[in-house]
């Protein structure tokens, strides 16, 4: 049998993606290894979002490289994709600064994988077909499923019309398109047939999914997920990521009309000045974002937030990243991802003339961080001593152990005596480490079993 190695960077979509690559290519013969030494075929699932992204897979395409020319010496063949949205965004330049490469394919192409490898040196799909990618792909098998574990990503929605202006997605990943609801509904069903427990939607603008109903309308989230929620088995629904100007009425009360919906939202909010949130693009202010806030928290008063933040945006004076500081102080988020701006040739930004120096923008990183992080360490400490149902997922730290997740996505370590993985079990959160809680199971019949 083939072996097929699969590297796949930035955001949960090329995740999910990697996956349906795997799936097409097992149906051509490939077994997946995660030694990249064995692999007669090498797929790197790229992201082009900030500029070290882009350059980690040069370097990394080097080192392919190497292994390339060794398998060669030793008289076997080794053929290279480029996929994701690096693929996407350089186009034919990647045959050219890498040679290496025998096949470029954008995200909207994986279907063509195949024949692409099979037309051989120089094949590129960088298209954006009407229909939708996943169709084209074989269904998902309940043995494959099973061996991806109880909780499971599900593309809804790709692409983005928003335009931020700092931002490469647009033009990677096309514009907005939803899926319909009854292919999300099956697939959501063939994961739980076989197992999985735990379903985030994703999507590129999660919250912006209009896809089309069996009625023929065209559904919001929300109401997906209250079909979703109809789903036998599938105990957890997730959904990210959200933009603050797609969070409605429907979608919040969901939150706290479904108990299968987590309570938990990633709600990027990029800045706190509204001059800078102008300037992005990101079509609304901070207290705008607060009011969004304060309504989620009405519908559902424990919910833990997350955010995305991009300090030193063109522009960014001293005083407007002091309204970042107290945006943070204000909502208390129970965790982030923040980036310093890197600058995207092709986007708006790009183009302003007032770029921040770089170590201003490291100074308001750490101070930003800092905080931040004090905040997600509150937040934690702040579920010592509750009873939470723990999703269980895997092996734990230590031989016996099993790890899991709270409703609140944070990891947490118990004795698995006694349970498996797929459980949801009632967990006394004892103690707060830096990256997971500790916990015991609460003695008694487990929440919901996986059997
Ligand atoms: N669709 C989501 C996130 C897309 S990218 C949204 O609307 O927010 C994930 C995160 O990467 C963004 O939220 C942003 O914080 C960061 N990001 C995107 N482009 C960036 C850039 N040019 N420089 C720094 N961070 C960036
Ligand atoms: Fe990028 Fe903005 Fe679209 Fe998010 S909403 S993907 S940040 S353009
Ligand atoms: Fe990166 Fe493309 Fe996702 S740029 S963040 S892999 S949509």
Redesign the pocket.
Known sequence: MKKVFIKSYGCQMNAYDAERMADVLAREGYAETGAVEEADLVVLNTCHIREKAAEKVYSELGRVRVLKEERKAAGRDTQVVLAGCVAQAEGREIFRRAPVVDVVVGPQSYQNLPALLRQGRGAMDTEFPADDKFDALPALEPARIRGRGVTAFLTVQEG?D???T?????YTRGAEVSRPVARILDEARRLTDSGVREVTLIG??VNAYHGEGPDGAPWTLGRLLHALAEVPGLHRLRYT?S?PRDMDDALIAAHRDLPQLMPYLHL?V?AGSDRVLAAMN?KHTADEYRRIIDRVRAARPDIALTSDFIVGFPGETDAEFEDTMRLIEDVRFAGAFSFKYSSRPGTPAAEIEAQVPESVKTERLARLQERLEAHRQAFNHGTVGRTLDVLLEKAGRHPGQLAGKTPYLQMVQIDGAGLSVGDVVPVRITAAGSNSLFGEAVAGVPAASAA
């Open positions: 983005c928003k335009f931020c700092f931002c490469v997605v647009p590129q603008n990521t933009h990027p990029q990101r």
